[in-house]
T-cell receptor, first 110, second 111 residues
Framework: TQLLEQSPQFLSIQEGENLTVYCNSS?????LQWYRQEPGEGPVLLVT?????EVKKLKRLTFQFGDARKDSSLHITAAQPGDTGLYLC??????????FGKGTRLHILP | DTAVSQTPKYLVTQMGNDKSIKCEQN?????MYWYKQDSKKFLKIMFS???????INETVPNRFSPKSPDKAHLNLHINSLELGDSAVYFC??????????FGPGTRLTVT
């Protein structure tokens, strides 16, 4: 069974700190997406990474796809309360199926 | 002006039928979504469509097929409806990392 493991499961930090969350698997993915879900709403697509080693930046968010395309990380610089939410990664495997991780619940304290 | 609209608002149909739900957004967003809300009010993502890339949640049966005639529309077609398909279906759109704007929902009841 293919799994996407996200860590940490929960993270609570002060505003202004930096953080990194991880998405790991033993399987290779042709692409990987990151979503953010705010309370009471559905997940919103943040980014898609396709190439091994690829790095994409969205303002204070930096996404990296592992060289072997088995893992990914999301780094947030100077976290703000608006970053609070559930961060989900989802990978497309060789069978063209999308597998979701269980998410990292992030809480930024003002 | 309605930002994200869905039709119909209510849909009652029998098992085995094929039905479609339409969604339109006038916000110029580049990503559209379909979600299913079950009886426990949990929103489950079904599809996201971004720059012509369709991302499908593997748990969604292939009886469900999204169709995007253009950037402003993402319709949901359902074949061979089953009782378990009864739920509220929400369409949404977003631009980049901004929040998603949701449609009013379509309450589907399969009898």
């Amino acid at each position: 069974t293919q799994l996407l493991e996200q860590s940490p499961q929960f993270l609570s930090i002060q505003e202004g700190e930096n953080l990194t969350v991880y998405c790991n698997s033993s399987s290779v993915f042709s692409s990987l997406q990151w979503y953010r879900q705010e309370p009471g709403e559905g997940p919103v697509l943040l980014v898609t990474v396709v190439t091994g080693g690829e790095v994409k930046k969205l303002k204070r968010l930096t996404f990296q796809f592992g060289d072997a395309r088995k893992d990914s990380s999301l780094h947030i610089t100077a976290a703000q309360p608006g970053d609070t939410g559930l961060y989900l990664c989802a990978g497309r495997n060789r069978d063209d199926k999308i597998i979701f991780g269980k998410g990292t619940r992030l809480h930024i304290l003002p | 002006d309605t930002a994200v609209s869905q039709t119909p608002k209510y849909l009652v149909t029998q098992m085995g039928n094929d039905k479609s739900i339409k969604c339109e957004q006038n916000l110029g967003h580049d990503t559209m979504y379909w979600y299913k809300q079950d009886s426990k009010k949990f929103l489950k993502i079904m599809f996201s469509y971004n720059n012509k890339e369709l991302i499908i949640n593997e748990t969604v049966p292939n009886r469900f097929s999204p169709k995007s005639p253009d950037k402003a529309h993402l319709n949901l077609h359902i074949n061979s409806l089953e009782l378990g398909d009864s739920a509220v279906y929400f369409c949404a759109s977003s631009q980049g990392t901004s929040r998603a704007y949701f449609g009013p929902g379509t309450r589907l009841t399969v009898t």
